[in-house]
């Protein structure tokens, strides 16, 4: 079990939740992703958020688009960032338990 998988996180304005979805991610017990949160010309403090994060850690990567282009070609732009052999949307608001990244590789490794 080594697959990367890459987290993205289409965000807007989700500067009061962000937080949580960030640590949410942080606190896995499969260490093996990259966090991909791409910025939809937010007005609210969401990019000064997560910077903090990305600075802490190399693994969260913050792009911001140079202007709004709504959710769903966000979400798109975000996956094409995307290195890992696995893509995990995790919505803004989401939290995700520590364990959840690690079960679902293990049952997508032994059921291909």
Known sequence: MNGLVSCVVPSFNRAHLLKE??????CQTY?????????????????????KFAEY?????LYQNEKNIGDYS???KAASFAVGKYLK????DDIIFPWGIETMITCMEMYP
């Open 21 to 26: 979805a960030i640590e949410s991610i942080l």
């Open 31 to 51: 260490p093996h992703w990259e966090l991909i949160i791409v910025d939809d010309c937010s007005t609210d403090n969401t990019t000064t958020i997560a910077n």
């Open 57 to 61: 850690d190399p693994r969260i990567k």
């Open 74 to 76: 966000n979400r798109n």
């Open 89 to 92: 949307y995790v919505d803004s």
